[in-house]
Each structure stands twice: as structure tokens, then as C-alpha cells.
DNA sequence: GACCAGGCACATC
DNA sequence: GATGTGCATGGT
């Protein structure tokens, strides 16, 4: 069986198992975008106690953020940890939507997916993940987000080598897979849960692995 | 108390 | 190009 092949028996596999995930059902575009700069190498509960944090007090907005100080901000998303650097990592975000696209983000996501990938990852603090979770997630936009859990599960079931680059792994996918965010948005979640349960970090191998056979044959 | 979590930038070799 | 380190809270 090719790779392109396996790639989507391992997404209907993980549909099969675990369902629809619902991962950023979107409050909001900004929402989103704040969640993927929150969620670097952080659990996803102390990312939500932080956005919560910026919607009690009516922040999730470009122009509020705009007049917080980036202290003022860090100690509203203490609970994500980083947050003297992810504070100024919004405020660069902030920064580079005002200046390139009035501080609208239906301009930015007009923006060809791949030209606004390469502007996001000019801002310091936004790299290759965030900008595609943002591209995503946020812009519902066909580009494949790649993490920790992609790879770990991808090479321990023998589809990618060790050594795959993430650009590597991110054509793998969209090569293989009809051009759908839905189906992006879902596989990637789906990726982190099968991960998260049976792919972890200090263990080489997929233990208990729920999905048929010879764990490294799919 | 150790270890990890939906990364990234920067230094050094 | 590969490898190491700082950033930091909160859950297991």
C-alpha cells in the first residue's frame, strides 16, 4: 500500500474510533488565533482559563487588545504558562494586523494561503504550527497543521522516517487528502487524541495501540 | 517531586 | 544542519 494510501486509511481508522473531535468550534476568528499562540506546548485547560479570562472583560477584540500594556495582558493569561513571551507574542500579532491589514481579519484571511503563511511567519513568536493552526483553525482555510503528536504517531507506525521535516510531513498529508479543512481540522485532532493516549512522550513505542493490527503496519 | 503539555527563538558547535 | 536551553503554569 502507498503512504498517500495509509495516510487516509489512518484518518477513517480514527474517525471509526474516536468520532468527531470539535476541536476550536470558533467563538470567533480572533478566538481561535489567541488559542493557537496560548496553546504552544501547553495542555488546552490552561489555555481556555486564559481565554476565559479575556472574555470576561470583552478583550477578544484587535482594538482592546491594542491598549493593554503587554504586563497588563501577561497576568490575564498567566494560567498558559509562557506568558511573559506569549503576551508579547499577541501584541506582535496585533501589531503586524494593524499595520498590514487595517487590523481586519477578513482582510488578512483574503490573503492566498500561502503568501499569508509566509507573512505569519515573519512575526517573532509565530512559527510554522501557529501559523498554520491560525491559517486553519482560524481562516478555515485547507493547510495541514503538523505537531508533536503527528510526528510521534507518524514514525512510530513506520509512515514517515525518523528524520521528516515538518514541511515534509505537512505535503505528506495534503498530497494525499482531498483539499477540505473540515477533514484537516479533524484529522488533526484526531492525531493528537490517539496520541495523547497511546503515543507518549517517553515511551518508543504505541502502546496499546487502538488501531488494527501490527502497530507499525498501518 | 518528577514529568509533561496542541512551540518558538536564539546560541553554539 | 543538528543540538541544547530558556520560557512557566497546572495536572498526573
Redesign the pocket.
Known amino acids: 500500500m502507498t503512504t498517500s494510501k495509509r495516510i487516509n486509511k489512518l484518518y477513517r481508522l480514527l474517525y471509526k474510533k474516536y468520532g468527531p473531535q470539535g476541536?476550536?468550534p470558533g467563538d470567533s476568528q480572533l478566538e481561535c488565533i489567541l488559542?493557537?499562540i496560548l496553546?504552544?506546548?501547553?495542555?488546552?485547560?490552561?489555555?481556555e482559563?486564559a481565554i476565559n479570562n479575556l472574555r470576561k472583560l470583552n478583550l477578544i477584540s484587535i482594538d482592546k487588545l491594542k491598549l493593554l500594556t503587554t504586563d497588563e495582558l501577561?497576568q490575564l493569561i498567566?494560567?498558559?504558562?509562557?506568558?511573559?513571551?506569549?503576551?508579547l507574542k499577541i501584541k506582535n500579532f496585533v501589531k503586524f494586523i494593524t499595520e498590514n491589514y487595517n487590523g481586519s481579519l477578513e482582510n488578512m484571511f483574503e490573503e492566498d494561503m500561502y503568501v499569508l503563511r509566509d507573512k505569519l511567519?515573519s512575526?517573532?513568536?509565530?512559527?510554522?504550527?501557529?501559523?498554520d493552526?491560525i491559517i486553519l483553525?482560524g481562516g478555515n482555510k485547507p493547510i495541514f497543521v503538523i505537531?508533536?503528536?503527528t510526528y510521534r504517531v507518524l514514525s512510530r507506525h513506520g509512515l514517515v522516517p525518523e528524520?521528516t521535516?515538518?514541511n515534509e510531513m505537512q505535503e505528506l498529508f495534503m498530497d494525499s487528502l482531498n483539499l477540505d479543512p473540515g477533514i484537516f481540522n479533524e484529522y488533526h485532532?484526531l492525531l493528537?487524541k490517539v496520541?495523547?493516549e497511546h503515543c507518549?512522550?517517553?515511551i518508543p513505542l504505541c502502546t496499546g495501540c487502538p488501531l488494527e493490527g501490527d502497530p507499525h503496519t498501518i
Do not use: H, M
Open positions: 476541536w476550536w488559542g493557537a496553546a504552544q506546548n501547553t495542555s488546552w485547560k490552561n489555555v482559563k501577561a498567566r494560567s498558559s504558562g509562557y506568558f511573559n513571551q506569549k503576551a511567519l512575526i517573532k513568536g509565530v512559527g510554522p504550527e501557529t501559523a493552526c483553525y505537531d508533536t503528536y528524520q521535516s515538518y485532532a493528537v496520541g495523547k507518549k512522550k517517553r
